[in-house]
């Protein structure tokens, strides 16, 4: 499968799977990283690196999917236990580049938040309402608006549904 570059120097590719627009995706994704923190950065790939076992296991997992399991409404999702990154192909088709910046820099705040080891110990904070709002306020303090994000959402949400890979238009 191709692969496109999202850090090339760290070893991180998105693989092309072609349910949506994964080049633009990952041209957003290159603009959006260096907008974070520092820290943020190297928590993520100093996490990365220590989990990772190349060539077998280059981590993280980043895929533009059509879907996944029983999570419908959400557009993007970082999973902990397998350093995996999703986002659903129709908003990342359809989002203006600013918002799909604060969907991929919302996501890479939780991943961040977990490198950085901010969670860990407190046993009931992981994936609950809390982490959600710390994430967002994370999110803001980065200087991504994350009211934009929901309104964005809230808009397109019909719009989303209907589309898919094959109605796209081609440019
Ligand atoms: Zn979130």
Not at 121 to 145: H, I, L, P, S, V
Not at 151 to 163: F, G, K, P, V
């Amino acid at each position: 499968m191709n692969k496109i570059a999202l850090l090339p120097r760290h070893g991180i590719y998105l693989p092309q799977m072609g349910y949506g627009n994964d080049a633009k995706f990952a041209r957003v994704f290159r603009d959006t990283w260096p907008r974070l923190p520092l820290w943020a950065r190297r928590a993520m790939l100093a996490n990365w690196r220590t989990k990772s076992s190349p060539p077998l296991l280059c981590l993280p997992h980043i895929k533009v999917l059509d879907s996944w399991a029983r999570r419908k409404k959400e557009v993007g999702i970082y999973f902990p236990a397998r350093e995996e990154i999703l986002f659903r192909a129709p908003a990342v088709d359809l989002m203006p580049d600013e918002i799909l910046s604060v969907l991929i820099s919302h996501e890479l705040a939780h991943a961040a938040s977990y490198a950085a080891a901010l969670w860990f110990t407190n046993d009931g904070y992981k994936g609950t309402q809390d982490e959600e709002f710390a994430t967002r306020d994370m999110n803001w303090g980065w200087g991504f608006e994350e009211d934009e994000l929901d309104a964005w959402l809230h808009e397109n949400n019909s719009a989303m549904q209907r589309h898919c890979r094959r109605g796209r238009k081609k440019k």
